[in-house]
């Protein structure tokens, strides 16, 4: 079993900063890219940026400049510091990882359960 646990989201204003985290535990044998997803109401899930595990980043034109990923690796970990937020920036905030479990052959995709952020102008 392989579970990701995202914390940090919250309320802030605009203009202000969070950072977000990502812990992967469970029967892990090693972690391949991850990265962080967003999903406003009635909107679909879009990838916010994602890191390799060489820690090769990219990110979507949108927060290009204001956030930042990182990992680390010893502890399965990936953040995301979102600086100058907006309001648009507001949603629920996911975090995925592609994981080869120690029972399994193969990666495959895992999700937690997202943590909301919240932008008040």
């Known amino acids: 079993q392989v579970q990701l646990v995202e914390s940090g989201g919250g309320l802030v204003q605009a203009g202000g900063s969070l950072r977000l985290s990502c812990a992967a535990s469970g029967s892990i044998f090693r972690t391949g890219d991850m990265g962080w997803y967003r999903q406003a109401p009635g909107k679909q899930r879009d990838l916010v940026a994602s890191i390799t595990a060489n820690s090769n980043t990219n990110y979507a034109d949108s927060v290009k400049g204001r956030f930042t990923i990182s990992r680390d690796n010893a502890k399965n970990t990936v953040y995301l510091q979102m600086d100058s937020l907006k309001p648009e920036d507001t949603a629920v905030y996911y975090c995925?990882?592609?994981?080869?479990?120690?029972?399994?052959?193969?990666?495959?995709?895992?999700w937690g359960q997202g943590t909301q952020v919240t932008v008040s102008s």
């Open positions: 995925k990882g592609y994981i080869r479990a120690r029972t399994s052959i193969r990666y495959q995709d895992y």
